[in-house]
């Protein structure tokens, strides 16, 4: 909200300074964003009166005037404004005069006596652009016919007027306006509030349009009036274009200006239609599909259309007989505006219901002010009063003749009573509260309230919206007491340093682990859209969490898994010519918990666990002269994995997933206690989606479960045995569908005393015909570590040990010894 303060303070006028009124707005929650004079800093700028032009002798774009600037002597000005003729008033900077400099941080710009073509020029005409007063620099600017000679230029157009700049929150609707300021601004400084008067119009035609309001959900009050014989070529008065200005907004015609005026004066947009132009009576409905509109700003927009969460989304409008001739609360159409030419026109005030323009708008890509305030709320009784205002200011600049208000009453929302209690805004608040202060705060806000011992039941008036529960009341109450006044008092506790959980691993060092190999993080949204999330999850639409309000179409569900928002990472590097990848996340992903749901009867139940989850693409190692270049596999991450993981020990098991490779995608297990649990996914990117996102080459994909994989168990300490560890090689053939993961379950399941670590060193596959083994049979070699922390161990010992493992292989997985 901008505004000048010459302005407010026509209609409230507290004794304090411009800035002590903008710090007081601001502890109040109007946050004064910026604060600044009309004008730029200048001196010696006077009113001055051109006497007589005359063309340069030397110069075909150069005159040369004589000035009376009030010093009593002519000056002689050379100018090259087209508009410099004799007769006219208009600013001029002395000699010694500092104009503001032409670039932000740069040097004032000094007048001084000089020479243009030969002929010397005393001073200078100025420019409204030169005086920064905006970018019209073809001219120079031209004063009214009265203004004094030698007055001072500041003083004559009030250029060290202040302009506020206010930062409202979105439930400050109520301040989208003059009155709305100089209503808190009473409020909040005790001075008394003046409204703006004027002449109720005077009824003189018995002219009417009908209007037929077919939906109460679009709009709750809709009123009208007729005015005929208007002048639209009328002059708009200087008053109001000086404020519309400051105010940010820039002189249109003398209707529009009007229109716009009463909007930032009084909180109520209007619209003004050409009624000649009107086919019939006027409807007022949701748009039908297939209707489109040319909208003032000259875009042409389908009335009926998806929404950024892809839903079918209908806009209302305001109709005559052939179809849409406005978007109802947001813009006018093109067919209807007024023009020069209008004679006839038909100006409408309505209450838009907030739920009906909310989002209308951005669907369009464009925002107004009047859909601004209409979302946020429009105070419903003052309907007819605004329009009764306009009007008064259009029979006195354009004149005319007015017709009867027609004022149709819907849907006017009901103001309910909000109660609030004394020792609740003390304890939010943290400050001691009599009921006589809670009390004057609410008179002097303008509340209607009831008191029954503590407890006061306030009504809010009809243009507050934001108020509605209890804590509404007491930000109220903090607001009106003052920000400030309000003691800062850190809070004061015991704090203790928490301990260090000895059986959970950090998520940072989890994190600082695979950075460490090479990964990077990213950081998504929680949001996916449909279409990723059924690719990589395998999901049917009922199983997909659809997100109520996305902000975007692209964000319309929640993610089951961290694959999607990677996939898009790497798309977005590869784009950028990266070539060799390596990505991590942590992050919570969402599914429905249907145990839940069944058990509680609840809609839907939601489970939101943490994951860590990564991708490599590219080569396995960066390019380099030592080593031949190879794609990254599955082994590669797999390695990586178990780096990071250490010294927890997991292993694979073979297992499809929608989003993997069958063939080469993996469950990752671990074990807990005598449990072995499944963690997370590793593999390859299924064929299928490597070529819906457009990929050269298969990425590797992991995702684990971060709770399992950070409990590590208490470490248990061991003494260092002071007996040498002896190591023995056992090579065993099977068949080669057996995993080597079986056999080292087999060889552990024995639990053999002096067993400390057996490892696969070795994997032998024969070629057809050149060996021994079966075409179908595979050698795996495995190292056993065997100590005894009592004594050296003796053959016999180890050769039972070794006896014991292969009769646990051979037995279990039909191996026998190479």
Known sequence: ??????????????????????????????????????????????????????????????????????????????????????????????????????????????????????????????????????????????????????????????????????????????????MGMAREVSAITGAPLCAPKWNAPVVSIGDKRKVTVESKELCGRFAGRVIRGVNPQAKTPDWIVQRLSRAGQRSISALVDLSNYVMLEMGQPTHVFDIDKLEGDITVRWAKAGETLELLNGQTVTLVGPDSAGKLQEAGVVADQKGPVALAGIMGGNHCAVSDETKN??????????????????????????????????????????????????????????????????????????????????????????????????????????????????????????????????????????????????????????????????????????????????????????????????AQEQDVIQVLNPIANQYGVMRSNLWGGLLANLKSNLNRGAGRVRLFETGRVFKRDFKVQEASGEVAGFHQPQKIGGLAYGSSVPEQWASMTRAVDFFDVKGDLERVLDPLHFVTESAQHPALHPGRSAKVLINIGKNTIEVGWIGELHPGLQQAYELPQAPVLFELDLESIRELGLPAPEELSKFPAVQRDLALVVKQSVSAQSLLDAMTSTKQNFVRSIELFDEFKPKAGSSSMADDEKSLGFRVTLLNPQETLQDPQIDAVMAALLGAVEKKCTARLR
């Open 1 to 178: 909200m901008q505004f000048s303060e010459s302005w407010l303070r026509q209609y409230v006028n507290p004794a304090l300074d411009s800035d002590a009124l903008g710090h007081a707005m601001t502890m109040a929650g109007l946050e004064v964003e910026e604060q600044h004079s009309v004008a730029p800093a200048f001196t010696k700028i006077v009113v001055a009166q051109i006497l007589s032009a005359e063309q340069h002798p030397d110069a075909d774009r150069l005159g040369v005037c004589k000035v009376d600037a009030g010093t009593g002597q002519e000056l002689q000005i050379v100018c090259g404004a087209p508009n410099a003729r004799a007769g006219i008033k208009i600013p001029c900077a002395l000699v010694g005069a500092e104009l503001p400099p032409a670039e932000a941080g740069g040097k004032p710009f000094m007048i001084k006596v000089g020479k243009l073509r030969g002929v010397e020029s005393q001073g200078m005409l100025c420019s409204g652009r030169e005086l920064g007063l905006g970018d019209d620099h073809e001219g120079i600017l031209e004063l009214l016919a009265d203004a004094p000679i030698g007055e001072d230029i500041r003083k004559y157009l009030d250029l060290d007027d202040q302009v506020f700049v206010i930062k409202l929150t979105p439930n400050k609707a109520d301040c989208l306006s003059l």
């Open 345 to 538: 026109i038909y100006v409408e005030a309505a209450y838009w219901l907030p739920s009906a323009i909310q989002g209308r708008a951005r669907r369009f890509n464009f925002s107004t002010d009047a859909a601004h305030r209409f979302e946020r709320g429009v105070d419903p009784q003052n309907t007819v009063n605004c329009l009764e205002y306009l009007s008064s200011l259009i029979l006195e600049v354009c004149g005319g003749q007015v017709g009867p208000v027609d004022d149709q009453v819907l849907n006017v929302p009901e103001r309910k009573p909000v109660k609030m209690r004394l020792a609740r805004a003390e304890k939010v608040i943290g400050i001691p509260l009599t009921k006589e202060v809670v009390a004057d705060v609410f008179q002097r806000l303008g509340f209607e309230f009831k008191q029954e011992g503590d407890v006061f039941e306030v009504t809010p008036p009809s243009y507050r919206f934001d108020i509605e529960i209890e804590e509404d009341l007491i930000e109220e109450v903090a607001r009106m007491y003052g920000f400030e006044n309000i003691p800062d008092q850190p809070p004061i506790a015991s704090l203790t340093m928490s301990a260090k959980a000895e059986a959970k691993r950090g998520i940072h060092l989890l994190r600082q682990r695979l950075a460490l190999q090479g990964y990077q993080e990213a950081v998504n949204f929680g949001f996916t859209d449909l279409e990723s999330e059924q690719r990589l999850a395998g």
